[in-house]
């Protein structure tokens, strides 16, 4: 499943930004699926992941309480609504899933088996 990632760009420390992954002619049915991001230079980050068997979150201590997983069944999408953005938060940001995984907690730790093109978020004064 070919997953794509929108709504990145640049923006100012302490803005906001929310992101959207859709997937191109399926249905996100994962039963885990989440938000990842990687830096130049540091390995990928499981940033926040959502099991869509009971609704259940994991958000890495990096980003709790400014980032918000949610996902809408019937838009067929997934969101991240990133609130209080700082320097440290600058990455390239992907959507995934995994399609024997239901746990975010696990689909964070172990990262995705599907995934697509990330958009970039730029935060910079």
């Known amino acids: 499943v070919q997953l794509q990632a929108s709504g990145g760009g640049l923006v100012q420390p302490g803005g906001s930004l929310r992101l959207a992954c859709t997937a191109s002619?399926?249905?996100?049915?994962?039963?885990?699926i989440g938000w990842f991001r990687q830096a130049p230079g540091k390995e990928r980050e499981g940033v926040s992941c959502?099991?869509?068997?009971?609704?259940?979150?994991y958000t890495s201590d990096s980003v709790k309480n400014r980032f918000t997983i949610s996902r809408d069944a019937a838009a067929n999408t997934v969101y991240l609504q990133m609130d209080n953005l700082t320097p440290d938060d600058t990455a390239v940001y992907y959507c995934?899933?995994?399609?024997?995984?239901?746990?975010?907690?696990?689909?964070?730790?172990?990262?995705?088996?599907?995934w697509g093109r990330g958009t970039q978020v730029t935060v910079s004064s």
């Open positions: 995934g899933g995994d399609l024997s995984q239901s746990s975010g907690n696990a689909l964070c730790h172990k990262g995705p088996t599907d």
């Open positions: 002619g399926f249905t996100l049915n994962f039963p885990a």
């Open positions: 959502l099991s869509s068997l009971n609704d259940i979150t």
